[in-house]
């Protein structure tokens, strides 16, 4: 699993938890709706800055968030399916671009 997309797991799970609207956290990060969305849903790659305000917006410090997303990555089951040019990681498929050369092999979200 990428690890943008634990971020988001996380960061979207402790904004329920709390009882957050998108708009509050949005609103209190200085980030717009759709970016945070995004964030959330692992589909944006999160500046140190975005995830400090994001962070700040939740209460949370940067290490509360680092722990909690080790956490949650320890109970991800790690599975690796070569079939087909795929990689499977934690249950999600990732597109595997082939090598364009000997040696040069690349992952794609």
């Not at 979207?12 to 209190?28: D, F, N, P, Y």
């Not at 589909?43 to 410090?61: H, M, N, Q, V």
């Not at 509360?64 to 109970?75: F, G, P, T, Y």
């Amino acid at each position: 699993m990428m690890l943008r997309t634990l971020i988001g797991q996380v960061l979207r799970r402790t904004r329920m938890a709390q009882g957050k609207t998108l708009r509050e956290v949005s609103e209190l990060a200085g980030v717009s709706i759709g970016h945070l969305s995004e964030v959330e849903r692992g589909r944006k790659e999160p500046s140190s800055e975005l995830l400090d305000a994001i962070c700040r917006a939740l209460g949370l410090t940067l290490f509360d968030l680092l722990l909690a997303v080790l956490r949650e990555a320890q109970q991800q089951p790690q599975r690796i399916d070569l079939r087909q040019g795929r990689f499977e990681l934690a249950d999600r498929t990732l597109r595997a671009q082939l090598p364009t050369r000997r040696g040069d092999f690349r992952l794609a979200a």
